[in-house]
Each structure stands twice: as C-alpha cells, then as structure tokens.
C-alpha cells in the first residue's frame, strides 16, 4: 500500500539444483519492479548467504536477469529454450509449425555443442529464404538457447528449460490473485514463503547444476 493506494510489487525467485541433482529453492524478494538494481540486489544476497559454483543461469530473455548475471555471478546463460521456440514459431505459418518445429529440432539432437551450433545455423539458412524473420530470431538465439549443450549429456533434459519454475510461478500467482491485496511486503513474502517450502517437499530429484531466476 502506498498512501492508502494498493501497488504493484514483483516476486522474483531463484531456484538451484544441487550437486545431488535435487532442486531447491535459493530464495525470494518482493520489490517494486523486475529491474537491473532489483536483480543485482538479490543475487548480491544469494551470494552473501553462501550460493557458490553456479555454471548455468537459465531465464527468460529479461535483460535486467541478464545483465545482473553478468555483474554478480561468473556463470554461462541460458535461454529459456521454450520461450525462443514460441518466438521463432510465431514467424511460421500455422500448417508449417509442426514440420518447422520437428526441423530446428534437429540442432537440439546432436551430441555435442560444436554439433548442436553447425546444425542450428544449417536449418537457420535453409529456413531463410521463405521466411527470413524466423532465421534472423534464430541467428541471434544461436549464443543463448544452445548454451545447455555445453554440460553432460544427461543433465541437458533439465536445463534447456525454465518450465518447472514457470509451473510454481503459475502456483504463486494463482494464491496471491486469490487474496488481492495484502497489507505490507512481510504478508506477502509469508504466503510465497509457504508455498515454496509446500513445494520443496512435494518435488522430486532432478538433474543439473542450474540456477533459474
């Protein structure tokens, strides 16, 4: 509230997965918006409190998230690969998206990253000459959306995504809708608090060393 005015204020919050392959919630914050400052602030803290070795930080493509990244933590970033797939499909025909989808596919299928990289680049310059803005989207995802290749094999099903946290967000939001307004920052954070500690114990294992603001 401010001078009696409901406000909007943004949740953010990180979750790791630890060297056992389980994920955990690292932490929340409630401020006034998805801001550069906000982010660095938070990860500032999440490194105070003793977060250390993280290799991948996979957001959406918020460049408040990624410039913080690069501030606060020496780690490789990661575009969700679900939200390009939304982007890049957009630009195709509603008949072609399947088969389009099934082809660019194909890069995420290789074995290794230089694979993944040449393959990627191969269906971009195929896919140019009838719809150039889905190649352009896919040339400037190369750097961002292939970056989970780079790790093992078998953690790469859980890093390509920011899916499971999308999922809790979903759950948060829906909680906080249900309430509408609350008194002070302490309330909310309470409420966010309990459901991801609800969370943390109905999860399962998972794989990877990823952090996902």
């Keep these: 509230m401010c001078d009696g005015s409901p406000v909007s204020v943004a949740v953010i919050v990180a979750v790791g997965v630890n060297g056992e392959g389980r994920r955990e919630v690292l932490g929340l914050d ?8 906000f982010w660095t602030a938070f990860l500032r803290k999440l490194a105070r409190r003793g977060l250390r070795g993280v290799k991948l930080v996979i957001s959406d493509a918020h460049e408040g998230i990624k410039a913080s990244v690069a501030k606060v933590m020496t780690a490789t970033w990661q575009r969700c690969r679900v939200h390009v797939m ?16 099934a082809f660019i596919a194909t890069a995420f299928a290789q074995d290794d990253a230089e694979a993944a990289r040449q393959q990627w680049r191969r269906v971009a310059d ?34 390509h995504s920011t899916n499971p946290l999308e999922r809790l967000n979903g759950e948060i939001k829906r909680r906080t809708e249900a309430v509408g307004i609350f008194p002070n920052e302490a309330a909310i954070t309470r409420l966010v608090g309990a459901i ?18």
């Design 86 to 101: 939304r982007n890049v499909l957009a630009h195709a025909g509603r008949s072609d998206r399947r088969v389009v989808s």
């Design 30 to 37: 409630v401020g006034p918006s998805e801001a550069e400052t």
């Design 196 to 213: 991801l500690c609800w969370s943390r114990m109905t999860s399962g294992p998972s794989s990877g060393p990823a952090t996902s603001p």
């Design 126 to 159: 195929q896919l140019r000459p009838k719809v150039p803005r889905l190649a352009a989207l896919m040339d400037a995802a190369d750097p961002d959306v292939l970056a989970y290749m780079g790790f093992p094999a078998a953690h790469r099903v859980k890093l």
